[in-house]
């Protein structure tokens, strides 16, 4: 069974830095996009950024220069570094990625948990 796993979220100031970590974790062979989505309360979720297998990345335009998503293949890890944090970043963060298990024969796509981030004075 393979699941996500998203942690580091928390409360912060205005101006403020937060790093999300998300962990695959199971019997997994292979793991292609990986993605950042986010949700406020009575709003669509939305994507936040996207880094492909081979590292590309894309971001919204509301978090570009602030944010930068990352993965660490070994750990089957993602991670969202969120610098200049402002109030309308304010969401729960979910982690989203395409993982082919081991006995599987094509790309799953696989939800977390959520995190919330908060970011107020």
């Known amino acids: 069974q393979v699941q996500l796993v998203e942690s580091g979220g928390g409360l912060v100031q205005p101006g403020g830095s937060l790093r999300l970590s998300c962990a695959a974790s199971?019997?997994?062979?292979?793991?292609?996009?990986m993605n950042w989505y986010r949700q406020a309360p009575g709003a669509q979720r939305e994507l936040v950024a996207h880094?492909?297998?081979?590292?590309?990345?894309n971001y919204a335009d509301s978090v570009k220069g602030r944010f930068t998503i990352s993965r660490d293949n070994a750990k089957n890890t993602v991670y969202l570094q969120m610098n200049s944090l402002k109030p309308e970043d304010t969401a729960v963060y979910y982690c989203?990625?395409?993982?082919?298990?081991?006995?599987?024969?094509?790309?799953?796509?696989?939800w977390g948990q959520g995190t919330q981030v908060t970011v107020s004075s």
């Open positions: 880094i492909g297998s081979g590292g590309s990345t």
């Open positions: 989203n990625a395409d993982i082919r298990g081991t006995m599987s024969r094509g790309l799953n796509n696989y």
């Open positions: 199971g019997s997994i062979f292979s793991i292609g996009v």
